[in-house]
C-alpha cells in the first residue's frame, strides 16, 4: 500500500482480506506487547476550565443577541434558506434575516445535546458531546511538506497518505474532511476521491465535501452505499463543516450545503471564520460573541431543515498581527476566545468544535510551531471543548499539511489524552506499601509498588525523547523534526487498509466512476 | 558592559551614573513608543483550574499525615533541628522525626498566606501569594548553550549575561538564584560572585546561595549592605531555595541554610525533589502527597525557627522513562502533579512555588523543547502558581541554559502573562459601533472602533513571526532557535546596569574581596 502513487481512483489498491483492525497499531508505544493495541481515551476525566464568570457569558450572549436583532444575517442566494427563517418568525427583508432576541438560541433547542457519529468499524465510533472528545487532523491545506520533498502542492496521494497515517494513529479518532487538497484532481471531482479514501482506507468517523449542494449529496450518496439509507436516516454517520462568510454572511455554497447534510439527518458542524479586527472588531468579547450569533443562525437553520439533526457548534478564529497583517495563531487572545467559545457552546447545550487545535502560523515544525500549538491545544482541551479539527499536522496558518509535523503533534495528542484522564487517590495510587518497604533516602525503583505499576505509569510518546545528549550528539543531533520523517514512512509502510466487502467496494467504486464521467473537469 | 569578559569579580564594570531603570527595555515590543516601557503583569485576573475534587484533595493530605506519622522524616546532623521539633511535640528518635497526624500543617499556620519579596528597585517589589505571579529564569543548570559556541560549562560571564539578560526583559519578574553554575569560580566562592550580581547588575528580587549555612549568612550579610539590616528585620528581600533531599531526608547543609534565612526573616522556598518511581512511588498522588508531606516539615522548621518568617510551598517533581531511567519533563503525569500541588498549596494557605516552568528533557530548543516547555507552563500557570522557577533559558533537564531557548521562553512568558489578564465585556469591547458603521460581508479594519484599538489590542512577540514562506525562505529559512540568536545578542549589547550608590557598591565589592580572601579555594 505504501507504493501507491499517482493520483486517481485507479491507483487505489484496496486490499480486501480480513484482518484485525488493530493489526497497524502493533508495537506503537514500547510499553506495549505486539498483542495489546493502543487505545486512546475518548473522554475526559477532569473538569472543564471555566474561563469567565456567568455575567460575562450573560453579556456576550446578549452582544449576539444585538447583533442578530440589530444587524442580522445575510443569506445570499438562498431563497430557501430565507423562506425557513421568514416563517420560524425571523424578519426577513431582501436576504437579510434578523432575529429577535432570544429567537436564535430557542431554534437551536431541537439539537441534540449529545450524539454518536458512528464509523464504518463500530469500533471507532464516537460520541460527540458530553464528556467526550474527539481529535482529528487538519483540514484544508492546498500545500503539503515533509523533510526529504519539501513544501508542495498536495495532491490525492498526499490526501490518502493522511488518511493512512490518521488510521493508523491511536490518538485521532476521526479520519478528518479536507486533510489537504488533492490539487491533481479537478476541483468538482475531488470530493469524490477524498470521500473514497475516508471510507475505505479507513474505518474512523470523516466527513464530506461541502463546497456545493451537489458535492455534499455526492458524498451523502457514497456514504449510504456503505451504511445502507434506512441507517442513515436516524444515525449521523458523516459531518458537513460549514463555514459561515463571516462577518454574518452565508453564502449559498454553504447554505445549501448544509441543507443537504440537515436533509439527510447528517452531522453539521457549523464554524464561523472570524480574523479579529478584519471580519469582526479586535477585541475578545466580540469575537467570541460574533462567533455565537453565527453560529447560532447556521445551527437554526439546520434544525428548521430537519428538527432534531445533529449539530456541531464549532469555530475558526484568530488574530493578526496588526502592523504586518500577518495571521497568528496559539496567540493569548485567540486562546481565550478558544475557551470562552467551549463555555458559550455549553450554555447552548450543544457540541464544540474548538477554534484551536494544534495551530501555528510558523513556517517550519520548529519551537515555534510547537509553542504556537501546544498552548493552543492546552486552550482547546482544558476549556472542554469536544472536537478538535486540526490536532495533527497544521504548519504556516494552515496553508500547509507537514508530515513531520504531523507526528510531533501525535505524540502530544497521546499526551493530552493521557493528561485528560487526570487521576484519583486510594490505596493502590498511594502505595503506602512502598514506604513501609523503604524509607527515608532509599529508592523506590525496586520497591514492589513501583514494579507493580513501570509497565504502565506514565505515558510513552514515541518521538519525544531524544537520549543523553552525548548519544544524540553520536547520531547527528536530531531535532524533533527530523526524529519524526523515520516515523511518518514507517507508519506508511506498515499501514494496511481496514477490511472491507468487495461488493461494498465496487459500488463505491462506480459510483465515484459515473459521477466522474458523467461531467467536465473544472479547475476552479 | 557587553564588553565583560572572564570570571570574578575584578571584571565588573559597574554604571554608576543614574539612568532610567526603563532604559532598557525601550523599544522592546514593536507597538511601544521608544518611551513607552513593557510592563509585564504581576498577577492572574482568571481563575486558578481545580483539577482535583476536595475528597481526593483530602485523600492526599492524609496520606501526607500518614508518611510524617508512619515513616517521618530524617534530619541529618542538625541537632537544632530535631530539638526545635521535640519541642514543639513532635515525636524524635534518632535523627527521625514523626508528626502526629495534623501537627505539621499546625506548624506551618504561622507563615503568611502572602507577602511582599522586596527588590532594590522599589517598582520591582514582587507581592508572593494570593492572586501575583512571579516568573524567574532557570536555576542550577552546569552547562550553557549558543548557536555560535555550542554546549560548554557555564562561567561566571554566562552567569552574569543571564542576570543580565533577565533584568532587560519585562517578562522575568525576579533574577533567580543559581541561573547557572559558575564553574570557573571555586564552590565555597561563588555564592559571593553570585548574589553580587543580583545586587549590582539587576533591580530585581533574587535568591541567595543555599549550600551551606555559612554561604547562606553570607548572601544575607551582602544583602544587608544593600537594603540595610533594621529593614531585613521586618521585610523579605531575598529567598534561599531549599531542597529536600527526597525521600524524606533532609541533610545539614539544607536544614541549616533554612534555619539562617528564617532565622533573619527572610524568605524560605522549601522544594521536595522527586522523581516518580525513584524518590517516590510512581502514581501522581503519591508524589502530590509526598512532596505536601516533605514541604510542611521544612516550612514548619522555618516557623519554628522564626515564626511568621515568609515561606514558599516549593516542589521539584518530574518522571522518568521507565525503560531507559532516562529523566522526562512536561509529561502529562508531571503537569498532573503540578496542577495538584497548586490546589494542596492553596488549601495549605501558602504561596505556591510550582515544580513547572518551561521545563523539557530535550538536547535542543527544538519543537520537542518548546512542547514539553509550553505545555508545563501551561499547568503550572493556569493551576495558579504564584512562583515560577525555570521560566526561561531550561533545556536537557536542567543541565543546561540556553541563550537561545531563553529569548524563545520570554516570548511566551509574556503571552501568558498576557493570557493570565483574561478578558471582559463591556461596551468598548464588543464594539457595537463598528457594526453599525460596516455590515455583513465588509471589513472591519477601517473602523473608527478597529483604529481606536489596533495599537494595543493584540501581544506582541518579538522572535515568534516569521513573516510569509517566501520571505522566509528568502531569508534563509530561520528556525525560531535562531531567530532568537540575534537578539540575545542585541539585548546583552543595549544592558545598561541600574544605578547603585557608588558606596554601596564598594562596600558590597569590599564584603566579597575579604570573604573571599578569608579562606582557600575549593573545588568540590
Partial sequence: MHSLRGPGLENLDISVQPRSRCASRRGR??????????IAPRSRKIPAYALLPDDVLAAIEDQADWILATIGVEFRGDQTALDLFAAAGAVVEGERVRFAPGLARRLCATAPAEFKLHARDPANTVTLGGDNIVLMPGYGSPFVSDLERGRRYSTLEDFQNFVKLAYSSPWLHHSGGTVCEPTDIPVNKRHLDMVLAHLTLSSKPFMGGVTSPSRAQDSIDMARIVFGAAFMKNNAVMQGNINANSPLIYDEAMSGALRVYAAANQCVCVSPAIFAGAMGPLPPAAVAAQTLAEGMVGIALAQLVRPGCPVVFGSFHSTMNLKSGALTFGSPEANLVTMALSQLGRRLGLPVRSGGGQITASNAADGQAMQDSTGAMWSTLLSGAHQVWHAAGWLEGGLVMS????????????????????????????GREAYLETGPGQNFLSTQHTLRHYATANYQPEIREAGPYETWVEKGSPTLDQRAEPRWKQMLTAYRPPPIDPAILAALQDFVAARKSSMPDEWY
Same sequence: chains 1, 2.
Wanted: hydrophobic residues 45%; glycine residues 8%; negative net charge.
Fill in 403 to 430: 508530515y513531520e509535523k504531523f507526528i510531533m503533534d501525535l505524540d502530544h495528542c497521546g499526551a493530552m489524552l493521557t493528561l485528560l484522564q487526570g487521576f484519583g487517590a486510594d490505596a493502590e495510587t498511594l
Fill in 29 to 38: 508505544a514500547a510499553r506495549q506487547s505486539v498483542d495489546t493495541p493502543v
